[in-house]
């Protein structure tokens, strides 16, 4: 099975539909995907119409946490935006979800950085499709914190998903998640900003095309 766990949908700052996201992934060949607005559920909730016949959707959301930016997957609701980042992993673990901190050494954007030393997370996201630059290598972080490593794109258009996947054997993917089981796949990193590039054309395109 091959996943992107990390994709925005125009139910945040994206540009795709839930649709549109689940119709690409299947025709690149994906499994499965998760759709992670930022602190809103809708899009991903709204994909699962569109699972079945072989591939997952797993829902999740992109909290924004006092502390910085936590994937939550496998919940049904968003977690409140606001708050510490350990109380915001208490609240996705009482929701029956899995955290990981999304991009938490990221130079440019809002990560947790260190937190992922002291706070029980289930995974730190070691590899970033929009991470142009980090403070600590997180893959260095990840084994200092015992913590098992994932990878998304954080793709916010179509033509960016899949650039960063997971692949496992295993079918609970939160589980493999959780355990370690996954590896990471990825174009060369030197392409994100190319990518980052062709999400902002998109996004243009998409303003344009709404104003007309
Ligand atoms: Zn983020
Ligand atoms: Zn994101």
Do not use: Q
């Not at 994906?30 to 992670?36: K, M, N, Y």
């Not at 970033?128 to 403070?135: D, K, L, Q, S």
């Not at 794109?153 to 993917?173: F, R, W």
């Amino acid at each position: 099975m091959r996943l992107d766990i990390h994709v925005h949908s125009c139910f945040s700052d994206g540009v795709p539909t839930p649709k549109e996201i689940v119709e690409h992934c299947r025709k690149i060949g994906l499994d499965g995907v998760a759709i992670t607005d930022h602190d809103r559920i809708e899009g991903s909730l709204e994909a699962l119409k569109y699972a079945g016949e072989g591939f997952m959707v797993i829902t999740g959301v992109e909290v924004s946490s006092k502390d910085g930016h936590i994937l939550a997957l496998g919940v049904k609701e968003p977690v409140e935006a606001g708050l510490s980042a350990g109380e915001t992993v208490k609240r996705i673990h009482a929701l029956g979800g899995i955290a990981i901190a999304a991009h938490p050494y990221d130079r440019y954007r809002r990560g947790v950085g260190d937190a992922v030393l002291t706070v029980p997370f289930d995974a730190i996201e070691a590899v970033n499709g929009h991470t142009f630059g980090n403070t600590k290598d997180p893959m260095e972080m990840a084994a200092k914190s015992k913590l098992p490593m994932t990878g998304g794109t954080d793709a916010h258009s179509l033509a960016e998903i899949g650039n960063v996947s997971i692949t496992t054997e295993k079918t609970d993917i939160l589980d493999a998640i959780k355990k370690g089981d996954v590896r990471i796949r990825h174009v060369w990193p030197g392409l994100f900003p190319f990518w980052h590039a062709r999400t902002l054309l998109d996004r243009f395109i998409a303003g344009a095309r709404k104003k007309l």
